[in-house]
């Protein structure tokens, strides 16, 4: 058991964002001309320094605990805080020039600009609030927080179209909650009887030692209803239908924070809530095996059918989360280690992807139907290597980081003999694979399709280097992990025995 | 006694959750909606003076204050600017009815006969707790029902609140005693509230362009 330790760090981590993001709107509000990028960018510049630090301290063999042990800060939480840190950051520096072109452009207004970045904060501080919670009852909170902040993102633009998206993702992703939370009010009624002081109850932590004495048909019920609804905040099929639409209305920042981050959420409840049910139930690991091999293999169907490039990474997106869903689904030590890699991986590629279909749409006027582009490699080089770069990845190849994750999951899902399933990731895999490259050679690389994209084509030019130097830092991040796949091996280790640490003390006090 | 008072509390909210679900007059969908919510108040009130919970009261006014003035005021405004009529279900009316019909028997033979197979503890196994649940669980239900069948903004709303509504009072039945229900009523029903509201302004602006009442006011039909 790693020492404890108690310390403001994980609590200014949340704070900060939202003050921040106050702030920012509050400046909107009085009409002060503030770079508000560069105030949102220096936020997160220490949000990222602070998440260090906090992930370091963990990684160090602590568990940091702040407001009694409101939030608690495990290898999990280190892990998770420290993505959205960095992806944050990464994201909000191709925001600048990409949303100043936009406002531009005329689809919003200065002060809209400014809503943006206020609620690009929020969406952190709501996600590092869901990360470091150790209260269920406020991780659900959270997480409809993030669900608030992300909503406004999603139609930022105001459009018909977006606007629907948006409310579409909130009836869905409220939906889904309800039936997370229903199954968390069930575990709360059952876990009581065993922890007389209510607070405890509620405490992810606590739950876990209790959870083999939760009685059988309760702990069924709960766990299928935490996982439809978290299946639904992470985009599985059947609960999907919002994600493709949020994807392609959304600002393309946006639809990056969508795939590299919100649905990892999901995942990440998942893994406070569900797994510690997989070791008493093996129902738990078939039923969420039979949900993600479904998922995975739908959604890359669909992604091989899309013209429209947001909607193509969109549909990608159902099918990887769902092999994150696999993993951590296993409640193995091995299949939790896969599953929490593929997430890191995950986020970084999609991010990458996302951010190169941007540069793509400043470059282009907007275009991203890839019937409508082709042959850009030699007018932009570089969005061209690290678009293929994440294509590579995402398809599972070595020598890139998606090839390490995926074939731990692999192993994971063999060790567990479920071979039917292994079968249907790998061929998922491949099909990603064909999806990406094919759509990769059709924008980059296939002669443009007529005279008139032939004459557009001499305006094209490769993006400012402020856009260039975040899919760039992706790009070699999917190298450099994916030679050295070791260098995650401390926090991936640290994550999973957190996951792992949950139940097996359940195990140990019968 | 106190069992009684519940027990017929949960009866009317179950009944107005059913009128208000298969009524086709959206502006009288919403009056439903308020006495529902008005219902809700009520058993929470309830249970707080029944189990000696003072926290409890906390919750019913944060239900006051949400489900009985904010969202109806809203939804009375979106409902009376588009045409009363609701959109032609999915099913037909008759199907819709039968389909309640069967989840109600569903659930309460269920509860009176299996109650251990849905019970977390042994309060759950003895009236009027498992009748409460067996009515929870059925509003819980209606929600999702309401939800899949239905296409008109209210009827949307409808559904979300009652399936909030069925976990809500599940969790006042199973720990009417402690404070930290009280904390899990109120920041769900805050979290859903808001959301709620998002979607219903989101609806709002998709059709009029605006969320501002007074030029909502101009484009009154």
């Known amino acids: 058991m790693s020492e404890t330790v108690s310390s403001a760090l994980p609590l200014v981590l949340v704070v900060l964002p939202i003050v921040g993001a106050v702030f920012t709107a509050l400046l909107s ?119 608030l902040a992300t909503a406004l993102l999603v139609a930022f633009y105001r459009s018909r179209a977006s ?6 993702y909130v009836l869905l992703v409220v939906v889904g909650m309800t039936f997370a939370l229903f199954g968390m009010v069930l575990i709360f009624a059952a876990a009581v009887q065993f922890r007389p002081e209510g607070i405890h109850a509620l405490r992810l932590t606590e739950i876990g030692m209790v959870a083999p004495r939760i009685p059988k048909n309760i702990a069924l019920i709960a766990v299928a209803f935490m996982t439809a609804g978290f299946a639904t905040k992470a985009g599985l099929v059947p609960f999907h239908a919002w994600l493709p639409d949020a994807h392609s209305e959304a600002p393309t920042p946006v639809s990056a924070l969508l795939s590299g981050l919100i649905i990892k959420l999901g995942a990440y409840a998942l893994s406070r809530t569900v797994t510690i049910f997989a070791p008493t139930y093996h129902a738990v690991i078939v ?18 059918v899309q013209d429209d490039l947001k909607r193509m990474l969109a549909f990608s997106s159902v099918s990887q989360i769902s092999y994150v869903f696999e993993g951590l689904g296993l409640g193995t030590y091995v299949g939790i280690y896969g599953g929490l890699f593929h997430v890191v991986n995950h986020t970084i590629v999609k991010a990458l992807l996302f951010m190169s279909v941007g540069a793509v749409m400043y470059a282009t006027g907007g275009v991203r139907r890839i019937s409508r582009l082709g042959g850009l490699a ?72 007529n005279v008139e994209g032939a004459s557009e084509q001499s305006e094209f030019r490769e993006v400012p280097f402020g856009m260039r130097f975040s899919i760039v830092v992706l790009a070699l991040l999917c190298i450099l992990i994916g030679v050295y796949p070791h260098i995650l091996h401390p926090a991936l280790d640290s994550a999973t025995r957190a996951v792992l640490a949950i139940w097996a003390r359940g195990v140990a006090t019968p | 006694m106190e069992g009684n008072i519940l027990v017929t509390l949960s009866l009317g909210i179950l009944i107005t959750s059913v009128v208000a679900v298969e009524l086709r007059n959206l502006r009288s969908t919403t009056f439903f909606y308020l006495f529902h919510s008005v219902l809700l108040f009520s058993i929470i009130t309830a249970y707080a003076y029944l189990f000696k919970n003072p926290s409890l009261y906390l919750w ?37 009815v039968l389909a309640i019909g069967v989840l109600v028997v569903v659930f309460f033979r269920l509860f009176q006969s299996h109650s251990y197979l849905l019970a977390p503890n042994e309060a759950a196994r003895t009236e009027p707790v498992r009748s409460l649940l067996a009515g929870a669980f059925t509003i819980f239900s209606l929600g999702l029902w309401a939800l899949l069948t239905r296409r008109d903004v209210v009827k949307t709303v409808l559904g979300l609140a009652l399936m909030e509504n069925g976990v809500h009072l599940v969790l006042l039945a199973l720990a009417p005693q402690l404070s930290e229900t009280t904390m899990i009523g109120i920041l769900t029903n805050v979290a859903a509230a808001v959301l709620i509201l998002l979607y219903i302004s989101s609806n709002i602006y998709q059709v009029f362009g605006t969320t501002d009442s007074a030029k909502l006011s101009e484009l009154k039909r």
């Open chain 1, 287 to 304: 039923f969420i095996a039979i949900l993600s091999s479904a998922s995975m293999l739908i959604g890359i169907f669909m992604a091989l």
């Open chain 1, 163 to 168: 606007l629907e998206a948006g409310y579409k």
């Open chain 1, 378 to 449: 030699k007018k932009m080089p570089i969005t061209a290597f690290c678009f293929f770069v994440g294509a590579l990845s995402l398809g599972g190849l070595p020598p890139f980081n998606g090839f390490v994750s995926k074939f731990t999951i692999f192993l994971a899902i063999g060790e567990e003999r479920l071979y039917w399933a292994m079968a249907i990731s790998i061929f998922t895999g491949l099909l990603t694979l064909a999806c990406l490259v094919w759509a990769a050679y059709r924008v980059f690389w296939r002669k443009p399709q």
């Open chain 1, 29 to 147: 509000l009085g009409k002060v001309r503030v770079p508000r990028h560069s105030l949102a960018l220096a936020i997160l510049v220490v949000e990222l320094a602070l998440a260090v630090r906090l992930a370091a301290t963990v990684w160090s063999g602590h568990r940091v605990v702040a407001v009694g042990e409101a939030i608690s800060v495990d290898g999990l939480s280190a892990l998770m805080s420290l993505l959205v840190a960095f992806m944050v950051t990464l994201i909000t520096i191709q925001s600048g020039r990409y949303m100043a072109k936009e406002q531009a452009k005329g689809a919003f207004s200065e002060g809209r600009l400014a809503l943006y970045y206020s609620l690009v904060l929020l969406f952190t501080g709501t996600m590092m609030w869901t990360v470091t919670t150790n209260n269920m009852l406020m991780l659900f909170v959270a997480m409809e927080g993030s669900t």
């Open chain 2, 60 to 96: 019913s006014a944060t239900c006051f204050l949400t489900k009985i003035i904010v969202i109806p005021t809203l939804l009375f405004q979106f409902a009376k600017r588009f045409p009363s009529k609701e959109h032609r279900p999915m099913l037909g009316h008759g199907i819709s």
